[in-house]
């Protein structure tokens, strides 16, 4: 199985803040990892898709990058609505796995 | 409006059973695959199982293999989970989803339904 891990676990920033949360597999998935949003209480959202690919609908202060192993999200310009969980899940083979998960506070 | 409604769920005791069911509208159901996610209480998301639009092909995370069933009605667009031998570790909120691309699972899920809650205690 593939083994998703992100990092950090958590993060606490300020609203125009720039942060990043970084994913790493445990085998080469060239660009097959996903991002999703999950605030308390909601089913996830798709963000970002195929490492980069910004899902329709999504700011665009969200954006993703990598490939093979090494994978990061990152927001550009923090705003509040933006606290909530976020996780990376592989989409390259069976099992999907998830990340543990990021979860982001507005200081 | 693109929709997934997730019904089933309750409380049950270790080692019952129990099916969910997933109804979809406004995409055409046949044509998609389609998976179950859950995500314990405090905890992450957790892939459970998946399966192709014919039904014809499925997957299994470990967790569950052997105890769970997934299938679809395609004549009713809704997806199911039959659960059996559950333990009190299968409590989580239930989710269906629907990924991006019809065919496979690489560009992630984009759809959710809004969950299901399965206790397992007795």
């Known amino acids: 199985d593939i083994q998703m891990t992100q990092s950090p676990s958590s993060v606490s920033a300020s609203v125009g803040d720039r942060v990043t949360i970084t994913c790493r597999a445990s085998?080469?998935?060239?660009?097959?990892l996903a991002w999703y949003q999950q605030k308390p209480g909601k089913a996830p959202k798709l963000l970002i898709y195929?490492?980069?690919s910004l899902q329709s609908g999504v700011p665009s202060r969200f954006s993703g990058s990598g490939s093979g192993t090494d994978f990061t999200l990152t927001i550009s310009s923090l705003q509040p609505e933006d606290s909530a969980s976020y996780y990376c899940?592989?989409?390259?083979?069976?099992?999907?796995?998830f990340g543990q998960g990021t979860r982001l506070e507005i200081k | 409006e693109v929709q997934l409604l997730e019904s089933g769920g309750g409380l049950v005791q270790p080692g019952g059973s129990l099916r969910l069911s997933c109804a979809a509208s406004?995409?055409?159901?046949?044509?998609?695959?389609m998976s179950w996610v859950r995500q314990a209480p405090g905890k992450g998301l957790e892939w459970v199982s998946a399966?192709?639009?014919?039904?014809?092909?499925?997957y299994y995370a470990d967790s569950v293999k052997g105890r769970f069933t997934i299938s679809r009605d395609n004549s009713q667009s809704t997806l199911y989970l039959q659960m059996h031998s559950l333990r009190a570790e299968d409590t989580a909120v239930y989710y269906c989803?629907?990924?991006?691309?019809?065919?496979?699972?690489?560009?992630?899920?984009?759809?959710w339904g809004q969950g299901t809650t399965l206790t397992v205690s007795s």
């Open positions: 989803a629907k990924p991006l691309r019809a065919t496979d699972h690489y560009f992630g899920m984009d759809v």
């Open positions: 406004g995409f055409t159901f046949s044509s998609h695959a």
């Open positions: 399966i192709f639009n014919s039904g014809g092909r499925t």
């Open positions: 085998q080469d998935i060239s660009t097959w």
């Open positions: 195929a490492a980069s």
């Open positions: 899940q592989q989409g390259n083979s069976f099992p999907i796995t």
